[in-house]
């Protein structure tokens, strides 16, 4: 594989750099002259790719390894946030077993929400650090986040509960804050970066919407623990996967390890990467500075970010309020069971499927026809939120006022469909301007 992943970089260690070499330190490899020529002590020597056909650089990857590294990072991110929905259809049946209201109980999806909202202004940082890279951070929050779901599936009173829940959400967050980041990696701005945030997108928005559909029946026939055990599993085997196949992407800890590698090769302890050099003037005050402070300025100063943000934040409120609509319109109203009120959520997945193929389509034809003529303005990205903004108060209208038994349950799961169609437009409209405009905010642009 092109790229190394975590069970390679164990191996590596593990044999004393035996197995799973980089490619400097494989027998055969010629260094190229710039890294042996005599110089003063002194004088640093930059890393750089091997040339424009650098096989380790992420950007020249096959356009297969990359269709596989973005399908898995796709996955991993529908699991993260389809574990805040997937105990919505438990609700009832927890506040029962815990001897607490249904209000109480329903907090279990607003603190992993809250999780998972706080998360990356402490995780996602560490990534952008060359020493650390991406592939590290996902493993460890991942593999913790798999462990959590153990004791929230055995915990026996409704504090324990929700303090598992916000921590799952915790520290689901770095691949739902920096995924796009790593589409970034690996995908050319004209090359397919823009399908990969497409897809990317598309597993965020429609994550969701599959938690209910996962859990309903098991909880239906096995009670509320029941809607965490399905999210265990899979996750966990996603998490496996991730650990045997997916790569580090970041290209400066690409280059930072390489050059670890050539000082031991040369014996040269002036050879650096940009990564180390920014990584030595990085503080504990400066990276606070970074992720807490100025997010909150750019915030407070900018009317732009303080309008979107709140558009945005009101969206995935209204989002959020479909897994209390739901139960109440198709349980209450058509008197579905709690299977098949789960799986009745798969409307708004295929309502934002079909907008992904839509938008895609959008971007071939339009987008990057205008990108490669010179004539781009990044309020171009604001297009597609004029059809998404005229959809969203029409799907809500639509399922406000086709919400009652008389009318058949099929009419308002189509609105719920449309909805999510104006979310999905409406994020990649609103995400997309928001990063053209704030690149130094790249770490914090992608999160939902």
């Given at each position: 594989m092109?790229?190394r992943t975590?069970i390679?970089?164990?191996l590596?260690?593990c044999?004393?750099?035996?197995?799973?070499?980089?490619?400097?330190?494989?027998?055969?490899f010629i260094?190229?002259e710039?890294?042996l020529?005599?110089?003063?002590?002194?004088e640093?020597?930059?890393?750089?790719?091997?040339g424009?056909?650098?096989?380790?650089?992420?950007?020249?990857?096959?356009f297969?390894y990359?269709?596989?590294?973005?399908f898995q990072?796709?996955i991993?991110?529908?699991?993260v946030?389809?574990g805040?929905s997937t105990?919505?259809?438990?609700i009832p049946?927890?506040?029962?077993?815990?001897?607490?209201?249904d209000?109480?109980?329903?907090?279990?999806?607003?603190?992993?929400?809250?999780?998972?909202?706080?998360g990356?202004?402490?995780?996602?940082?560490?990534t952008e650090?060359?020493?650390?890279?991406?592939?590290?951070?996902y493993?460890?929050s991942?593999?913790?986040?798999?462990?959590?779901?153990?004791?929230?599936v055995?915990?026996n009173?409704?504090?324990?509960?929700?303090v598992?829940?916000?921590?799952?959400?915790f520290l689901?967050s770095p691949?739902?804050?920096?995924?796009?980041a790593?589409?970034?990696?690996?995908?050319?701005?004209d090359?397919?970066f823009?399908?990969?945030?497409?897809?990317?997108?598309?597993?965020?928005?429609?994550?969701?919407a599959?938690?209910p559909?996962?859990?309903?029946?098991a909880?239906?026939?096995m009670g509320w623990?029941?809607?965490?055990?399905?999210?265990?599993w899979?996750?966990?085997l996603v998490?496996?996967?991730t650990f045997?196949?997916?790569?580090e992407?970041s290209?400066?800890?690409i280059?930072?390890?390489?050059?670890?590698s050539?000082?031991?090769?040369?014996?040269?302890?002036?050879?650096i990467?940009?990564?180390?050099?920014?990584?030595?003037?990085?503080?504990?005050a400066?990276?606070a500075?970074?992720t807490?402070?100025?997010?909150v300025?750019?915030?407070?100063?900018?009317?732009v970010l303080l309008f979107?943000?709140?558009?945005?934040?009101?969206?995935y409120?209204?989002?959020y309020c479909?897994?209390?609509?739901?139960p109440l319109?198709?349980?209450?109203r058509?008197h579905?069971?709690?299977?098949?009120?789960?799986a009745?959520?798969?409307?708004?997945?295929i309502?934002?499927?079909?907008?992904?193929?839509?938008?895609?389509?959008?971007?071939?034809?339009v987008?990057?026809?205008?990108?490669r003529?010179?004539?781009w303005?990044?309020e171009y990205?604001?297009?597609?939120c004029?059809?998404?903004?005229?959809l969203?108060?029409?799907?809500?209208f639509?399922?406000?006022?086709?919400?009652?038994?008389?009318?058949?349950?099929?009419?308002?799961?189509?609105?719920?469909?449309?909805?999510?169609?104006?979310?999905?437009?409406?994020f990649?409209?609103?995400?997309?301007y928001?990063?053209?405009?704030?690149?130094?905010?790249m770490?914090l642009?992608?999160?939902f």
């Amino acid at each position: 594989m092109p790229g190394r992943t975590a069970i390679q970089d164990l191996l590596y260690f593990c044999s004393g750099r035996h197995f799973f070499r980089p490619l400097v330190e494989r027998s055969g490899f010629i260094i190229p002259e710039h890294y042996l020529k005599k110089r003063d002590e002194d004088e640093e020597i930059l890393v750089h790719w091997f040339g424009e056909n650098d096989p380790e650089n992420p950007l020249n990857w096959s356009f297969w390894y990359k269709t596989l590294v973005t399908f898995q990072l796709c996955i991993l991110t529908s699991f993260v946030y389809l574990g805040s929905s997937t105990v919505t259809t438990a609700i009832p049946m927890l506040a029962k077993d815990m001897h607490v209201s249904d209000t109480v109980a329903a907090l279990g999806v607003s603190l992993f929400v809250w999780g998972y909202g706080i998360g990356p202004m402490i995780l996602s940082p560490l990534t952008e650090i060359s020493f650390v890279g991406r592939l590290w951070p996902y493993i460890f929050s991942i593999g913790i986040f798999v462990i959590l779901q153990v004791p929230t599936v055995l915990v026996n009173n409704i504090g324990g509960y929700l303090v598992l829940r916000f921590l799952a959400g915790f520290l689901g967050s770095p691949v739902l804050a920096t995924g796009g980041a790593t589409m970034g990696d690996i995908w050319r701005v004209d090359g397919g970066f823009v399908i990969g945030i497409a897809f990317w997108g598309f597993s965020a928005n429609g994550g969701p919407a599959l938690g209910p559909l996962l859990s309903g029946f098991a909880v239906q026939h096995m009670g509320w623990r029941w809607s965490i055990w399905p999210l265990f599993w899979g996750i966990a085997l996603v998490w496996t996967v991730t650990f045997l196949f997916f790569p580090e992407t970041s290209a400066d800890t690409i280059l930072t390890r390489r050059a670890h590698s050539l000082r031991r090769v040369t014996k040269r302890k002036n050879i650096i990467s940009a990564g180390e050099k920014r990584d030595s003037r990085l503080t504990a005050a400066s990276l606070a500075y970074d992720t807490l402070y100025r997010p909150v300025y750019l915030t407070v100063t900018e009317p732009v970010l303080l309008f979107s943000d709140l558009y945005i934040a009101y969206l995935y409120g209204i989002l959020y309020c479909f897994f209390e609509a739901f139960p109440l319109t198709f349980q209450g109203r058509h008197h579905l069971s709690v299977g098949k009120t789960g799986a009745a959520y798969i409307s708004g997945w295929i309502g934002a499927a079909i907008t992904l193929g839509l938008y895609i389509l959008y971007n071939e034809k339009v987008v990057l026809k205008r990108f490669r003529s010179g004539n781009w303005r990044p309020e171009y990205r604001m297009e597609v939120c004029f059809a998404g903004g005229v959809l969203f108060p029409i799907s809500m209208f639509w399922f406000g006022w086709t919400s009652f038994e008389s009318i058949h349950w099929i009419v308002p799961l189509l609105a719920f469909a449309m909805f999510q169609s104006a979310v999905y437009l409406l994020f990649q409209g609103f995400l997309g301007y928001i990063g053209e405009n704030f690149p130094l905010c790249m770490l914090l642009r992608f999160n939902f």
